[in-house]
């Protein structure tokens, strides 16, 4: 995933019993929530348990960190919802792409992912999908190939 697209994430685009994450937004630095990049930016990723888990454990953080949470302007407070974005600031709005990139540049050595970068990880789970026999129809032709060839599964 783009950053903008994590950042574009809401917890309506988590479905638990599907074990689904739809990518349906892009937030740019400027505060634009809107459409992905790219048509094929609007996908399907499958979750697995643990990733689920994860976002359940997120999820219930969140409320409990942010509870009571004025926004910027004071004018109101925060409650969790649908429409409530995954990753949020201190004020419980929407994180923007570049302070979202900062934290991970900071942070990503306490999370065993040293030296990696996001797109990096990006390419990492298409490759972990093709090991499991699944390509995403959200590939394009080339990514197609390029992960036919790297996880020797022409027969996909």
């Known amino acids: ?9 809401s917890w309506r685009d988590v479905d638990d019993e599907l074990k689904v994450l739809s990518i349906r937004h892009n937030f740019d630095h400027f505060g634009n ?6 048509h094929a930016g609007l996908r399907p990723l499958l979750l697995s348990d643990t990733i689920c888990r994860a976002f359940a454990r997120h999820r219930e953080a969140q ?8 926004s ?3 004018r109101r407070t925060f409650r969790q919802g649908e429409d ?32 990696f970068c996001l797109h990096e990880l990006r390419h990492s ?3 972990a999908q093709t090991r499991e026999r699944f390509i995403p129809d959200s590939c394009l032709p080339d990514q197609r190939k390029i992960l036919r060839v790297v996880n020797d599964t022409s027969d996909l």
């Not at 409320?63 to 004025?70: I, L």
């Not at 949020?88 to 934290?103: D, I, L, Q, S």
């Open 63 to 70: 409320r409990e960190k942010t509870a009571g949470v004025a």
């Open 125 to 127: 789970y298409l490759q």
């Open 84 to 115: 409530t974005p995954i990753i949020v600031n201190r004020h419980g709005e929407r994180m923007n792409p570049n302070t979202f990139a900062a934290h991970w540049r900071r942070d990503r050595e306490a999370l065993e992912a040293a030296g």
């Open 72 to 74: 910027k302007d004071g």
């Open 1 to 9: 995933m783009r950053r903008g697209e994590v950042c574009g994430l």
């Open 33 to 38: 929530l809107k459409e992905p990049k790219i």
